[in-house]
């Protein structure tokens, strides 16, 4: 509204001067005609004194235009500014609440580039294309009641190619519409190729895929340019085109202007005053192009921008209450499959782990083990059956502490671009010591290796911790699990990089670590499970065998059989 208010007084200041002018041009005209009449050389005194004071309240008039264009640009584009902060945090707290299913099935590039770039289209709408346009309808409403008010017929003579200009624009608008929602669609594209370039930058130079990446890429860009310049071209038409109109009608304005001074119906300065006005919609009316292409743009960027905020997350929290969780987890009955597949995952699923017991799952790639972490920590929901925590279904449990009480060591570690210390403490959600990031270092068999590295804790690990080996990414994965104090402790896999004696260390110190916690280990190798209470073996979603360790070897079946064929190998690689 203040910017409204602002934009008004700007064009009634940027009004008056013409109409000053106006008044001079006459009064000019009539001192010539007077001094030509009566040769009265006092007259140029007198008329060089007017002429100062037009034009210091020119000046003055320009001053002040300025000073409230000023005000109306503060007013306006910082407003768009505040209000493209609150749209990039919105989309960043709706990715936040989506749900694994819908993370996986859009790209990360297209997920960026509705943050980044449909944002700032969203904001050149919100902030230059509103301002431009409530600038034209003031100065419009402004200019046609002064234009009107000194003479209606050369007005309309002066405001005919308008019709055109709006027929113009309609017919361009829907061109640039479809061209701008073609040209994000592709821009898109193009991030999530470089965004996967970058990531997969290691393996591309291991397989010399160098050249044919950046044939990929020109291919990709080539279609990125072919889209652009289409909307160009329909731009370069337009503004042109724009440009022709406000000529013809200043051409309108001599013509019909002269003709009506000769008439006698207006003065000399009235078609100045006309010249100036319609030159004052000059850039106004040729900037309809810009603003045109702006809104079809912000248009199709709010549509894409939409279609995030639209979606309805399919796991969220329905229980705000406190609730302590002590950590008993019972599966019944559990059926599960993945909505781009229907392959079932898991297949009529019980078992049951009392709070402070430790439970092994085992078994061959692909047979559902790590689904079951994923359910454990409601990182997706079940087909049928049910999910207990303390006794309580799963999706009727406080998301949030729920989750607060995981301690989760995925099969795919993931760091950040900071230091190990920071990497170690990041789910700490309280004040934590510098003692206490090294004891769970310690308990994870990664301390010494950390304190070999030049700044120690302190050590920037790089992007997704590339400083660091497999195995020692994998501990310090641990280390962040432990740090937490979690009341479940799920361990997805996390020594598959680690050589025999580490894994021996992490599992004798894992013991001291995971006692009064419910824990749940996935792998595929024996000597990581055989320590737990409880031990079940799943093959095609489904559980096979179940019992500890002592007991599975004496049956003699598959858990026999596949701790025969690892004790070979590890002969065989010792």
């Known amino acids: ?31 010539l005609e007077l001094v030509a009449d009566n040769n009265e050389k006092s007259l140029f005194e007198e008329t060089k004194y007017q002429i100062l004071i037009f034009t210091a309240l020119i000046i003055g008039s320009s001053l002040l235009k300025g000073l409230f264009m000023f005000l109306m640009r503060q007013a306006l584009i910082i407003m768009s500014r505040d ?37 700032s289209r969203v904001r050149m709408y919100i902030g230059p294309a509103i301002m431009y346009t409530i600038n034209l309808f003031v100065l419009f409403v402004l200019l046609i009641s002064t234009m009107l008010s000194v003479n209606p017929k050369l007005t309309l003579y002066v405001l005919a190619p308008l019709p055109i200009l709006s027929a113009c624009i309609y017919f361009v608008s829907s061109i640039m519409n479809k061209q701008s929602e073609k040209v994000q669609e592709q821009l898109s594209k193009l991030s999530t190729f470089v965004q996967e370039s970058f990531s997969g930058i290691r393996v591309i130079k291991s397989y010399l895929k160098e050249d044919y990446t950046i044939e990929k890429l020109d291919e990709e860009c080539n279609e990125y340019r072919k889209r652009s310049l289409k909307l160009v071209k329909v731009e370069a038409i337009f503004l042109p ?23 006698g119906n207006i003065t000399m300065g009235n078609i100045v005053e006309f010249v100036i006005y319609v030159n004052m919609l000059t850039w106004p009316v040729a900037s309809l192009g810009w603003v045109t292409s702006l809104v079809q743009r912000a248009a199709a960027s709010q549509k894409r921008i939409n279609e995030f905020l639209d979606v309805k997350p399919e796991i969220f929290n329905t229980n705000f209450d406190k609730e302590d969780i002590s950590g008993e987890i019972e599966f019944k009955n559990v059926n599960f499959s993945y909505k781009n597949s229907n392959v079932p995952v898991l297949q009529d699923l019980s078992f049951k782990v009392k709070a402070g017991e430790s439970i092994a799952i085992i078994g061959k790639t692909g047979s559902g083990k790590s689904t079951i972490a994923h359910l ?15 006794g309580k279904e799963i999706n009727k449990t406080n998301l949030d502490t729920l989750r607060k009480s995981i301690g989760y060591v995925p099969q795919s570690i993931f760091l950040f671009s900071e230091t190990i210390e920071a990497n170690i403490a990041y789910g700490k959600t309280t004040t934590y010591t510098r003692e206490e990031v090294e004891q769970a270092a310690k308990v994870a068999a990664v301390h010494d290796n950390i304190m070999e590295l030049p700044l120690n804790y302190k050590t920037i690990i790089g992007e997704r911790g590339v400083m660091l080996s497999g195995g020692q990414k994998q501990r310090i994965s641990i280390a962040r699990a432990i740090m937490n104090d979690p009341k479940i402790l799920i361990l997805d896999d996390c020594l598959s990089a680690v050589d025999s004696e580490t894994e021996k260390t992490i599992s004798d110190n894992l013991k001291t670590a995971i006692k009064n916690r419910t824990t749940i280990t996935i792998s595929h190798r024996v000597s990581a499970v055989k320590n737990s209470k409880y031990i079940i073996l799943l093959d095609d979603g489904k559980i096979i065998e179940r019992g500890n360790h002592d007991e599975l070897l004496r049956k003699k079946e598959v858990y026999f059989q596949l701790h025969q064929k690892q004790l070979l190998e590890d002969e065989s690689i010792n």
Do not use: C, H
Request: net charge negative.
């Open 1 to 31: 509204m203040l910017g409204i208010l602002f934009v008004a007084f700007s064009n009634a200041f940027a009004i008056w001067p013409a109409q000053l002018i106006r008044d001079a041009f006459d009064l000019m005209k009539e001192k």
């Open 83 to 119: 209000i493209e902060f609150d749209i990039k945090n919105e989309i960043y707290m709706q990715y936040q609440k989506m749900d694994s299913a819908f993370l996986n099935t859009n790209n990360t590039g297209d997920m960026m580039n509705r943050i980044s770039e449909d944002v």
């Open 241 to 263: 085109a724009m440009l022709l109109l406000i000529g013809l009608s200043t051409l309108i304005t001599i013509y019909v202007g002269g003709k009506e001074a000769i008439a």
């Open 376 to 390: 454990t920590a409601r990182l997706a929901d079940i087909d049928s059956g049910q999910i207990l925590v303390d």
